[in-house]
């Protein structure tokens, strides 16, 4: 009995050979959590994955216009490709950046919830002076 071990990342080649369809999402999560964890050599993996999934890093390298080399080291967890060039990879993977607004997710219920801000009546003055610590007095 022949059993072939196979690792994670060729598992996922084949996966997203067979479902190009989630590679979107994929990448989106994975930009996602790099972002939160601060972990961009994740990310970089991805697109290393994807770009496997899509033919390989030396059909990529090639209509980049760069060497499979650098390209390996660009997607490489060391990697600090700028924007323009993972602009390019995404524009060659079939993919793109976008920007969009943070947004805080506010639900009905926790704006019922919320107290209402109003403004407190005029406090009536103090026989006493008070100094504060900010404020030394004038001598």
Not at 59 to 87: I, W
Not at 97 to 106: E, N
Not at 118 to 127: F, I, L, S, Y
Request: aromatic content about 6%; proline content about 6%.
């Amino acid at each position: 009995m022949n059993i072939k071990y196979r690792t994670w990342e060729e598992t996922q080649v084949e996966h997203f050979q067979k479902h190009p369809e989630e590679i979107q999402h994929f990448v989106n999560f994975a930009f996602e959590e790099a972002e939160k964890a601060g972990d961009w050599g994740a990310f970089l993996d991805v697109l290393r994955t994807v770009a496997e999934a899509q033919g390989g890093l030396g059909k990529l390298a090639e209509k980049l216009g760069c060497s499979r080399t650098t390209l390996y080291r660009t997607l490489s967890r060391r990697g600090n490709p700028r924007l323009g060039t993972l602009s390019a990879i995404l524009r060659v993977l079939g993919l793109q950046l976008a920007v969009q607004p943070v947004h805080k997710a506010v639900t009905k219920k926790r704006a019922k919830a919320q107290p209402k801000i109003t403004r407190a009546a005029p406090r009536q003055p103090r026989a006493t002076a008070q100094v504060s610590p900010a404020r030394a007095p004038r001598g």
